[in-house]
């Protein structure tokens, strides 16, 4: 359960930042959720970062646009 909310606290914080990186999404993270730590925000970040480009093709190709918002 712990791994959802990592993940959708990832997922919230790079819609509210999309710009900014993954540093200043951990660090973000971790403001948010203090009892997750960097390393786990970090992992959290990378883990979308690698499902948005796993499924990025697949997403382009139903929506039939040339982007997909990252994180």
Not at 22 to 42: F, G, H, M, Q
Not at 53 to 61: A, D, F, H, L, N
């Amino acid at each position: 359960m712990r791994d959802l909310e990592k993940i959708s606290t990832v997922l919230y914080v790079t819609k509210e930042a999309r710009d900014l990186g993954c540093k200043v999404w951990t660090r973000r993270i971790s403001e948010l959720k203090p009892y997750i730590s960097y390393d786990e925000a970090k992992e959290a970040v990378r883990f979308v970062d690698e499902m948005f480009r796993e499924t990025g093709p697949v997403i382009r190709e139903v929506r039939g646009t040339t982007s997909v918002p990252t994180g």
